[in-house]
């Protein structure tokens, strides 16, 4: 079980690399939001006796994200893959949710280190598209033909696809037409169908549906408008592990269109996880983020200021550093920092992060430093007590029932 001490995360995360050619894996298991940390990296084991790695809590009840792509676009690099995580938080057979699919996102599954909950593409039943940029959708239809299957290549079989969808996916105005596009484009054909739902803005105009246009194993989807306020809210829902959880969608501002989505469990004051995309200012958001507070906010941190001393290529200045990040739409950790303040957030993982900033490859590399100082910044501005977490590629954050969290 999960001992009484917490051991203070920025101490255990210098010591956590994830190496390009060995890929480890640690998962965040949070208790009273002291950060206690189970890992599954060797440099953390020859710390920790073994009986840390087994979380005290029913891992039935577990609300659990696994960063699958942590790189900006300006990846993919030897270290990260491009954007794509998914929440493990249902009951119904083991069913993943996955906010954004970058390229290579496929293949991260057949990367996932031993010792780490084994994730399936296949169990992904719901996707969520942030934005239409390249780094968070070019993934999608490599999923969709390993989700799918092929059908039978016997000319003379009688070919008989579900008319259920699948797997359903959700996103911005032209999501439906990249998917269909694509998947024609390809000639690609499928066993299972697909279904895309797009939320728009009541100025957006609607893609049809019509039985014509429509690829030959797509379901129609809804057109779900906002509402007058600018959010989607309660627009699907499914059964978790301790309460049905809902997802409500909301305009941030990037240099083109972009959602964050927000995960919630239906029994007021329970876990609720909020994941950002692209954005140098969410405060738009931030109705849906309230009252209660996030348990977990993800928000992009693409760059930031590091210090000479960490190294002679950090030659910016701060003033730099924040100029570039804002001329192309992206936060640095302070702003990060910044918005988890703002909604009382009760944990930070910092996510899409710049290609100039690798993860860090074993125990002394200088880029351990340099992620550290990324922490810190945001740690900073976000004054809670608590320590920011610089996400990296299979690094699983596990959440506990609320009443778990709040009374053991």
């Known amino acids: 079980m999960i001992r009484d001490f917490a051991p203070e995360p920025s101490s255990i995360l210098r010591n956590v690399p994830r190496p390009s050619h060995v890929i480890y894996s640690m998962t965040l298991v949070f208790r009273s939001l002291s950060w206690p ?56 057979d083991g069913k993943l949710w996955m906010v954004d699919c970058a390229e290579g996102t496929t293949r991260q599954f057949a990367f996932q280190p031993q010792g780490s909950p084994w994730l399936k593409a296949a169990s992904v039943s719901k996707m969520f598209v942030t934005h239409m940029h390249a780094d968070h959708t070019m993934g999608i239809v490599p999923l969709l033909r390993n989700i799918l299957f092929a059908p039978s290549i016997d000319p003379t079989a009688v070919v008989s696809i579900s008319p259920q969808p699948r797997i359903e996916i959700y996103g911005p105005a032209g999501i439906r037409t990249f998917v269909r596009s694509i998947m024609k484009m390809t000639l690609t054909r499928t066993a299972h169908r697909y279904v895309v739902h797009e939320l728009l803005t009541q100025q957006d105009a609607l893609t049809s549906c019509d ?54 469990e239906t029994n007021g004051s329970a876990r609720k996880i909020v994941v950002l995309g692209d954005t140098y200012d969410a405060s738009s958001i931030v109705p849906l983020c309230i009252h209660p507070s996030p348990s977990l906010v993800v928000h992009e941190a693409t760059d930031a200021h590091i210090p000479r001393e960490l190294g002679p290529q950090h030659r910016r200045t701060p003033e730099t550093v924040l100029r570039a990040a804002l001329a192309r739409g992206h936060s640095i950790p302070t702003m990060a920092g910044e918005f988890a303040k703002k909604v009382s957030a009760e944990r930070l993982v910092l996510n899409h992060i710049g290609s100039r900033f690798p993860a860090p490859r074993y125990e002394r590399d200088q880029r351990r430093r340099v992620m550290h100082e990324i922490e810190r910044q945001a740690t900073e501005a976000w004054g809670s007590g608590h320590q920011a977490i610089a996400a990296w590629d299979f690094m699983r954050v596990a959440i506990p029932a609320v009443q778990e969290s709040k009374h053991t």
């Not at 696994?66 to 893959?81: A, K, M, V």
């Not at 499914?238 to 989505?261: F, M, Q």
């Open 37 to 92: 940390v189970a890992p599954h990296n060797p440099f953390v084991r020859r710390r920790f006796s073994l009986n840390f790695l087994q979380p005290a809590h029913n891992n039935d009840q577990l609300m659990n994200v696994t960063f699958l792509g942590t790189s900006s676009g300006g990846g993919p690099s030897e270290s990260r893959n491009c954007s794509s995580l998914v929440l493990d938080c249902l009951l119904r």
């Open 211 to 264: 039985s014509e246009v429509m690829h030959s194993s797509e379901v129609a989807g809804r057109d779900i408008v906002c509402t007058g306020d600018g959010f989607w809210k309660g627009f699907t829902e499914d059964a978790g592990h301790s309460h049905d959880v809902v997802v409500d969608a909301g305009p941030i501002s990037h240099r083109d269109p972009c959602l964050g989505y927000v995960f919630r």
